[in-house]
């Protein structure tokens, strides 16, 4: 007579916040699915909700509320963890119903919450779940987090308490997760930490593994660039170190693409913000990764209306930006936000002057970025292939631009296009953020 199993128990997701957020999200997914459940696909499937909150900012914090409030409406049985589980007592205040809290990387609790909820019945006979863990990526670009937690000590960031003190992970580890995600099809390594630059410090450099490879970005970076992938560094502090990495990026090891968290220029803010603040040294830095890498992109995020922000201060900003002439460019006003030293500052610049510097900083960013789109016309471009209709429609990215975050290039003609591939491409038209082209 055939086993009849019962049927497994089914657990939906909400991931809001940043990539590191997300990469919890799918190993708390995949630590799931190794016992057995399955990953419902909307809130009528679920058994259970998980919220993975974001506490960075008032407004993730409102946006991780509406989450909640919106699970339990449509699901009723909801489990938060993430950043703004630091908050259970703001959580439970509005949400008395959620049937457990936790705060970030307490993968242990987020499961033990959801077994509890929802009893896993036995379930012989199956592997459920791949060797490199569930993704929430497409199959062919990876997130690869190498530290958690941060040592800086920025008067606007609460990360350091939510998150803790750096904590790298060791490299041959590292390692070994990029070559399984790379043997299970990955064509692009996004790596990702609160401090990329300051990995291995915590392990004071030390050596690892039978290869003896150091926990050091540099050693790191030139390890995975000898896996044949595209390997791209986000959050990079802009120690002296950087130097090196810039030098794998002529040899081609990594791509041509740094994410350093500026903030701002003006030194005045840059003191205040508790930043390096010497912008004159770092535009004569961006000048000379330039002349070794031409094709180098920098992204970069700022702040405006910072508190005690003047009109001056910003005009220094954007005479900063002027020179620097950065590849991408995000903006946010300054928001107070609970437990940052900078919320209780003097000089609080109103809100409308905040949003309205920003808009005046994306604009002039936006014309810089549409400035140097337009000289790529004519040029070829190596691109990684997203999405493709199969009718010769596809949406795919230069070694320029990063996931979700940056531009895209979008193609015609290109029937034989898969998620995937990488193609090169003849750039025929640009706008502001964006290329068009066409297969070579």
């Not at 030293?341 to 003097?346: G, L, V």
């Not at 290039?409 to 082209?437: F, K, M, N, Q, T």
């Amino acid at each position: 007579m055939a086993t009849t199993l019962a049927p497994p128990r089914s657990v939906g997701m909400v991931s809001l916040g940043c990539p590191k957020a997300l990469v919890d999200s799918e190993r708390i997914l995949s630590d799931l699915r190794r016992i057995g459940y399955r990953i419902a696909p909307d809130y009528a499937g679920a058994d259970v909700v998980i919220v993975n909150t974001c506490g960075f900012l008032d407004s993730a914090r409102a946006e991780s509320l509406e989450a909640i409030g919106e699970a339990i409406a449509e699901n009723g049985r909801v489990i938060v963890t993430g950043c703004m589980g630091a908050e259970a007592e703001t959580i439970r205040a509005r949400f008395p119903q959620v049937l457990a809290i936790s705060g970030p990387q307490q993968f242990e609790a987020v499961v033990a919450a959801v077994t509890a909820a929802a009893p896993m019945p036995p379930q012989p006979f199956a592997d459920l779940v791949p060797e490199t863990g569930l993704k929430l990526t497409p199959r062919h670009t990876s997130y690869l987090k190498i530290s958690e937690g941060c040592n800086h000590r920025c008067s606007f960031c609460i990360i350091p308490a939510l998150r803790g003190r750096l904590a790298s992970r060791r490299p041959d580890a590292i390692l070994r997760e990029a070559e399984k995600l790379v043997a299970a099809g990955t064509r692009e390594l996004l790596v990702i930490s609160q401090d990329t630059s300051a990995y291995g410090r915590d392990l004071a450099h030390a050596r690892f593994g039978r290869q003896g490879l150091r926990a050091h970005i540099t050693d790191l970076a030139r390890a995975l660039g000898g896996l044949g992938v595209w390997v791209r560094l986000h959050y990079v502090y802009p120690y002296a170190h950087v130097d090196e990495l810039v030098e794998l990026m002529a040899e081609g090891l990594i791509l041509p693409y740094l994410d350093i968290p500026f903030q701002h220029a003006s030194p005045r803010i840059l003191k205040a913000m508790r930043r390096p603040a010497d912008e004159a040294r770092m535009l004569e830095r961006i000048a000379t990764w330039r002349r070794c890498v031409p094709d180098l992109a920098i992204r970069s995020t700022f702040i405006t209306g910072f508190p005690g922000e003047t009109e001056a201060d910003f005009e220094h900003l954007l005479a900063w930006l002027s020179e620097a002439r950065l590849d991408r460019v995000g903006a946010f006003a300054f928001e107070p936000v609970a437990g940052a030293d900078a919320s209780d500052f003097p000089g609080a610049v109103p809100e409308e002057v905040r949003t309205a510097r920003r808009a005046r900083l994306m604009a002039l960013c936006a014309a810089i970025s549409e400035e140097k789109l337009r000289a790529k016309v004519g040029s070829r471009l190596m691109v990684l292939i997203d999405e493709a209709d199969g009718e010769g429609g596809a949406t795919a990215r230069s070694m320029a631009d990063s996931l979700e975050i940056d531009g895209r290039v979008l193609l015609r003609d290109a029937p034989a296009a898969r998620p995937g591939d990488w193609i090169e491409i003849l750039v025929e038209d640009s706008d502001a953020h964006d290329l068009y082209g066409v297969p070579c």
